[in-house]
């Protein structure tokens, strides 16, 4: 059972426009989280994060904003670079415990055109 | 600032070898993570150490697979008896605290022939 959804496999912007990436998640029990981008051949590189407490937070042009009552966040980028292109991981977190292991999305794509 | 290194990038193996994979942590982070990642799909997470202690393991870590971390420093992963679908990127992180988030290394790529 999936508990953090990135629905869209792929999305396609052209360069200077907003990026937009969502994901849903399940577990009520997760209050933090973090979107992590991947290059091929490369580890995924943390970008930002956002704890429960917040409904946003932003960093330069990457903002990340937090719907807790939906279960929803949403990675916003503006101006979309041709850099940018990478496949975008979703990730959350419970503080329940003691290991803050890491709960991925299956990513998406994103191209961003000249 | 080094990040964190892992070694071999890349392993190719016959079906029923075994393989041990190498990560070196960030200096005096005292956490860290493995994580498995399949074509398609997310990272999963594997199993955590806090210094030399292994303090879990997902039900994803059969008894083939084994995890040490001597010392607190760098950790070793390894696969006995290698089955077609151990086939998958291999990915170390760490972080020095909880509040921190997880870097991570470029990760082992495990071919099984």
């Known amino acids: 059972d999936q508990q953090v959804k990135q629905n869209s496999p792929s999305l396609s912007v052209q360069e200077g426009r907003i990026s937009i990436l969502n994901c849903d998640y399940t577990?009520?029990?997760?209050?933090?989280f973090l979107w992590y981008k991947k290059y091929p051949a490369e580890g995924p590189t943390f970008l930002i994060s956002i704890s429960s407490i917040k409904d946003k937070n932003e960093d330069g042009r990457f903002t990340v904003f937090l719907n807790k009552s939906a279960k929803h966040l949403s990675l916003h980028i503006v101006p979309s670079q041709p850099g940018d292109s990478a496949v975008y991981f979703c990730?959350?977190?419970?503080?329940?415990?003691?290991?803050?292991?890491?709960?991925f999305g299956k990513g998406t794509l994103l191209t961003v055109n000249p | 600032d080094t990040g964190v290194s892992q070694d071999p990038r890349h392993k190719i193996t016959k079906r029923g070898q075994n393989v041990t994979f190498r990560c070196d942590p960030i200096?005096?982070?005292?956490?860290l993570y493995w994580y498995r990642q399949t074509l398609g799909q997310g990272p999963e997470f594997l199993t955590y150490?806090?210094?030399?202690?292994?303090?879990?393991k997902s039900r994803l870590l059969s008894d083939r697979f084994s995890a040490e971390r001597p010392k607190g420093s760098f950790s070793t992963l390894e696969i006995q008896r290698t089955e077609q679908g151990d086939s998958a990127m291999y990915l170390c992180a760490s972080t020095p605290s909880a509040a921190q988030p997880q870097h991570f290394g470029d990760g082992t790529r495990l071919s099984i022939l």
């Open positions: 200096s005096e982070h005292n956490r």
């Open positions: 990730a959350a977190r419970s503080s329940g415990g003691s290991n803050y292991k890491l709960t």
């Open positions: 150490f806090q210094n030399e202690a292994q303090l879990e």
């Open positions: 577990n009520s029990m997760f209050d933090y």
